[in-house]
């Protein structure tokens, strides 16, 4: 995605924090709202350090730079702001609650991913070793018809 996008879910992820204050719902809500806006940032922040290949062709190395680096800047000026919101709102333990949840929910999706990755490789060596049997079967099923029909 380039900056600019990233820019656009950043911004709608901080108006979707600030709704959720506003509307005096749970930390919950604002966490994901402010996870959305996070991984913005991070996304934001590995585009600047190495622009994806082929993106942005017409335009300069400096060009590129300059706006994943002002969407960056602008991303971060918008996490700010929803800290001090939240801040204001709830105070600084809300702040550090918001931090210790985040961190459980990137540790329970990073948990996850690995175990649907590990998932996945079981199941294509249960489809390796299905297809082997089934070649070898055939093979000799195909050497009795031919023992056979000598």
């Known amino acids: 995605m380039d900056p600019l996008t990233l820019l656009a879910m950043a911004k709608t992820a901080a108006t979707g924090a600030r709704a959720a204050i506003?509307?005096?719902?749970?930390i919950a809500a604002v966490v994901r709202e402010y996870?959305?806006?996070n991984s913005a940032q991070n996304d934001l922040a590995r585009i600047a350090a190495n622009p994806p290949r082929g993106w942005g062709q017409k335009e300069s190395a400096e060009e590129i730079a300059m706006k994943a680096f002002a969407a960056k800047k602008e991303a971060e000026e918008l996490e700010t702001e929803i800290?001090?919101?939240i801040v204001s709102e709830?105070?600084?333990t809300a702040?550090?609650?918001i931090q210790k949840e985040i961190s459980a929910i990137r540790k329970a999706q990073?948990?996850?991913?690995?175990?649907?990755a590990q998932e996945e490789a079981e199941q294509r060596m249960v489809n390796l070793v299905i297809t082997g049997a089934a070649a070898v079967t055939?093979?000799?099923?195909?050497?009795?018809?031919?023992?056979v029909s000598l």
């Open 83 to 85: 800290r001090n919101y």
């Open 90 to 92: 709830w105070g600084l």
């Open 22 to 26: 506003a509307a005096g719902k749970e």
């Open 35 to 37: 996870n959305k806006l």
């Open 95 to 97: 702040w550090d609650q």
């Open 138 to 147: 055939l093979i000799i099923v195909s050497l009795i018809i031919w023992a």
């Open 110 to 116: 990073k948990e996850a991913a690995i175990k649907r």
